[in-house]
């Protein structure tokens, strides 16, 4: 069984032919309760995935989502996974990737990791996304928060699939340029090249002393 089949496995009971994925620690400030209220807006052949524990003290939120998905109804359109070893075969099987952070991130790993995937993204506007996401070219940006804004994407991403295609493109396109392993590798590369002359220098002026 391929990888991609696996993930597929684990969501077969959620019947939506649309899925959402949401992928980070459980945590108010990481705005898994932002992407439940916008749910509720969207129609409901569209459903969610949240893969990640909670962490660090977070259980009464985590506990507070799972009461919350019961009070809206949205049970039939929704799953929490929790902590998974590869999250790469769950976002493939995923038809948008959703980044609600409700604070700025200093860059947000998930967001490129979606891209790389060939995954159209909507991120929360602030932060390290800002530099990350075009809006409307390589994804999506919605105000940190507005559960209104992200439902609207969403359905949008939902209702436009040859434009969100080319979106999910583009997006795939520049995350390739900019964030691969190669790139980073050669980046890291000229880093050290260039900070080696001032290393010699140094340990010069050390050994004379």
């Known amino acids: 069984m391929s990888q991609l089949q696996a993930a597929r496995r684990?969501?077969?009971d959620l019947a939506c032919p649309f899925w959402v994925g949401h992928f980070s620690r459980?945590?108010?400030?990481?705005?898994?309760?932002?992407?439940l209220e916008a749910l509720v807006r969207c129609p409901p052949e569209i459903g969610a995935i949240f893969v990640g524990d909670a962490l660090f003290g977070e259980d009464a939120y985590a506990q507070g989502l799972q009461e919350r998905v019961q009070a809206l109804g949205i049970c039939d359109r929704v799953r929490f996974l929790g902590f998974q070893p590869n999250v790469l075969p769950l976002m493939r099987v995923c038809?948008?990737?959703a980044h609600t952070a409700t604070a700025p991130e200093p860059f947000g790993?998930?967001?490129?990791?979606?891209?790389l995937c060939g995954r159209p993204v909507v991120?929360?506007?602030a932060g390290g996304a800002l530099e990350i996401v075009q809006h409307e070219r390589t994804g999506w940006l919605t105000p940190p928060g507005d559960a209104a804004a992200l439902a609207k994407t969403i359905i949008t991403s939902y209702q436009e699939p040859a434009i969100?295609?080319?979106?999910a493109r583009q997006g795939q396109l520049v995350a390739q340029e900019r964030f691969s392993l190669e790139v980073i590798n050669a980046q890291i590369g000229r880093v050290l090249?260039?900070?080696?002359p001032a290393k010699t220098i140094i340990s010069q002026l050390v050994a004379v002393r």
Request: aromatic letters at 2%; glycine letters at 6%; a neutral charge.
């Open 193 to 196: 090249v260039e900070a080696a």
């Open 164 to 167: 969100t295609a080319i979106v």
């Open 123 to 125: 991120a929360s506007a």
């Open 95 to 97: 038809n948008l990737i």
């Open 10 to 12: 684990q969501i077969t």
């Open 109 to 115: 790993r998930v967001i490129v990791e979606g891209m």
């Open 26 to 35: 459980l945590s108010h400030w990481k705005g898994q309760h932002v992407l």
